[in-house]
C-alpha cells in the first residue's frame, strides 16, 4: 500500500523532531537547511489541513545560517536549553518532567515507556542511562506505530492517533510552553511548534 503525500510529510515531520531534539552537528543542520526544510517546504504547501508557518519559518531560519555559516551558536544553545544550563535545565526533553502530577526523571512515565519499547522489539538509540521517555523517542516509537498501520503492514488500530492524542500531546504542549519560557534560539521554538502540529494531525487519523 502506498502512503498519501500528506501521511509521508507526517512521518518526515517525526524525522525532522527527532533529528533536530537529538542535537545536531555543523554538517547535518547544514543537510536540513539546504536539502531537508525545502522539501518539507514545498510540500507543506500542498497540504492544506497542515499549517505551514512554523515550517516556513524554520526553513527560512536555518537558511540564513546557513548563507551565514553560522550553526555552532545552535549546538551551545542545545546544551543550555536541555543539558546543563545555568540555573537548571530550562526545558527538559524527558516526558516525566512534564507531568502535572510527577516531575522527575524515570517516573512512571519512563517505566511506561520502556515497557512499550520492550513489547514492539524496539531498541534505545540514545546513550544507555537516557531515560526512555525522552521526546526523540517517543517520536521513532510514534514513526514505529504509524508507519506500520498506514503503509499496511500492521492492523491499523488506530495505536498510532492514540499514542499521539492520549501520551504524548499533553506533555510535549507542556514541554513548549516550557521552552517558550527559555527564550530558546528560534530554531528549537519552531521545530516545538512543528512537533505538536505533527502530533495533532496523527490525532486526528
Not at 63 to 75: I, T, V
Request: glycine residues 6%.
Amino acid at each position: 500500500m502506498c502512503l498519501s503525500m500528506s501521511k509521508l510529510f507526517l512521518l518526515n515531520l517525526m524525522e525532522l523532531g527527532v533529528t533536530v531534539f537529538r542535537g545536531p552537528d555543523e554538517g547535518v543542520w547544514a543537510e536540513l537547511a539546504t536539502h531537508a526544510l525545502p522539501e518539507l517546504l514545498d510540500r507543506v504547501q500542498k497540504i492544506s489541513t497542515f499549517p505551514a508557518g512554523p515550517v516556513r519559518e524554520l526553513a527560512d531560519t536555518l537558511a540564513s545560517r546557513a548563507h551565514a555559516d553560522d550553526f555552532s551558536p545552535l549546538e551551545t544553545e542545545y546544551v543550555r536549553l536541555f543539558i546543563a544550563g545555568p540555573g537548571g535545565i530550562p526545558a527538559p526533553l524527558y516526558e516525566s518532567c512534564h507531568q502535572e502530577t510527577e516531575s522527575r526523571t524515570m517516573g512512571r512515565s519512563a517505566l511506561a515507556m520502556r515497557d512499550r519499547l520492550d513489547q514492539a522489539g524496539l531498541v534505545i538509540s540514545l546513550d544507555s542511562n537516557e531515560p526512555p521517555d525522552h521526546l526523540t523517542l517517543e517520536l521513532e516509537y510514534l514513526f514505529h506505530l504509524c508507519a506500520g498501520e498506514w503503509s499496511g503492514e500492521a492492523e491499523p488500530e488506530g495505536r498510532g492517533a492514540r499514542f499521539a492524542a492520549e501520551v504524548m500531546l499533553p506533555w510535549v504542549r507542556r514541554f513548549r510552553e516550557t521552552l517558550a519560557d527559555a527564550d530558546p534560539d528560534p530554531v528549537f521554538r519552531f521545530t516545538a511548534d512543528i512537533v505538536v502540529d505533527l502530533l495533532e494531525a496523527v490525532a486526528r487519523t
